[in-house]
């Protein structure tokens, strides 16, 4: 009897084990599998990347190009002013051989008067010593009247060579001056056309530096050019790929809108390779003074309602993403209108930590966290609007929270 006990109650433990061992796993989270991206999001990423980086590219170049243009500017004031200073300096060259050729002609006019005035001056002195006259010097020793005539017939003769020899030494000062103000005027030609030559030798520079920046300038526009034409074919195959995607995620949403049915209620679905979604501490708080509790109990009043694809009203119908965008709407909360862009919206939350009010993104659907291990969602033309069907009833791509 009492082994009979003891194996009736081995039986009730072992079934006891066992039934706590399936609550537990049932209430449990399973390891859900990754998601892989379709190869039309991993194209749209690829182009998204490469598009950011030409992106800078242009800007670098647009950069390049804003210091040629400094550069350039630059160097047209450089240029402007040699060719200012050159025009002054012609004028001044010109000035400066009229000087010189005044400074000739007065030279060879001083250097005749010179000669002209000794000639004269010979011949005076010639004529004195050859006739004797009131003017001599012998008249005025032998013929004066007395010692004062005498006296007066020197000075007199006296003062005129006096005034010869002052007059030709004052041709020759005269001469001396403007042959000191021709060298002079020699040395100023010799600094202006080193100069000319120097700013010819500036300009010179200054026109390779110009073509040298123009060349730049050409090169910069090619590149600009190129990158733009790049930047515009990788906009041009994202929003291919976007409108792939787009055309999936519908043919998944109306796929989810005929075949769920009020199907898929198992937990059987995994979450994406995203690392946030398993990541303990990507618990971002509460951004708005909105609760989750709130929109999850606005969003269950319409629990029953039925299933419109493309509909956007709660109480006549509306589609999985038009349903989560209207009960956010009721709270001032602007979100798109198109499932998978929720993937983006506030901030990111891990499987770990999700909370009431949370959006969860799957493949072609968005619902919302109920916060008791399900959703509220737009489920089906079959199901309707319904509250119940586990988080991770599909594949979870993004956990998202908005308030």
């Known amino acids: ?65 804003a210091d040629v243009k400094s550069d350039l500017a630059s ?64 008249t005025a020793l032998f013929e004066s009247d007395g010692l004062s005539d005498m006296l007066n017939r ?36 010799d600094y202006l056309l080193t100069l000319q030559d120097q700013y010819k030798a500036q300009q010179g520079e200054v026109e390779t530096l110009i073509a040298q920046l123009n060349q730049k300038k050409e090169a910069y526009a090619n590149q600009l050019a190129d990158a733009k034409r790049q930047a515009e074919d990788y906009s041009k195959t994202i929003a291919k790929q976007e409108e792939i995607i787009r055309a999936q995620e519908a043919a998944a949403a109306q796929a989810n809108a005929s075949t769920y049915n009020g199907g898929g209620t198992g937990a059987s679905g995994g979450i994406a390779s995203d690392s946030y979604l398993q990541d303990p501490n990507c ?14 109990a606005y969003a269950t009043q319409f629990v029953g309602n039925p299933y419109v694809w493309g509909g956007n009203s709660l109480t006549n119908g509306c589609d999985c993403s038009g349903f989560v965008h209207l009960i956010y709407q009721n709270f001032g909360i602007s979100t798109p209108r198109y499932s998978q862009s929720f993937k983006t ?13 949370d959006v969860v993104v799957y493949p072609g659907h968005v619902a919302i966290y109920n916060g008791n291990g399900g959703i509220v969602e737009a489920q089906s033309t079959k199901a309707g609007i319904t509250n119940g069907r586990p988080v991770n009833c599909h594949t979870i791509l993004a956990i998202r929270r908005l308030v």
Request: proline share 2%; glycine share 2%.
């Open 154 to 189: 020197i000075e007199y003769a006296t003062d005129l060579y006096q005034s010869d020899r002052d007059l030709m030494d004052s041709y020759e000062a005269a001469v001396k001056k403007v042959e000191d103000w021709t060298v002079q005027l020699a040395n100023d030609m």
């Open 1 to 65: 009897m009492r082994r009979k006990i003891r194996h009736r109650n081995r039986i009730c433990a072992a079934l006891l084990v066992f039934t706590l061992a399936g609550a537990l796993t049932a209430g449990a989270v399973s390891v859900p599998s990754v998601y892989a991206k379709t190869e039309a999001e991993k194209k749209r990423d690829e182009y998204k990347k490469k598009l950011k980086d030409k992106n800078k590219d242009i800007e670098n170049i647009k950069e390049n190009q």
């Open 283 to 296: 618990n971002p708080s509460n951004s708005t003074n909105v609760s989750g509790a709130d929109i999850v």
């Open 75 to 138: 160097a047209a004031s450089r240029m402007k002013t040699l060719l200012a200073k050159q025009e002054k300096l012609k004028q001044d060259i010109q000035d400066k051989q009229d000087e010189v050729a005044r400074a000739d002609k007065q030279l060879k006019q001083a250097k005749e008067e010179e000669k002209e005035q000794y000639q004269a001056m010979k011949l005076r002195i010639q004529y004195m010593y050859e006739n004797s006259t009131d003017n001599s010097i012998w």
């Open 345 to 357: 919206v506030g901030q990111p939350v891990s499987y770990q930590n999700i909370q009431a009010g």
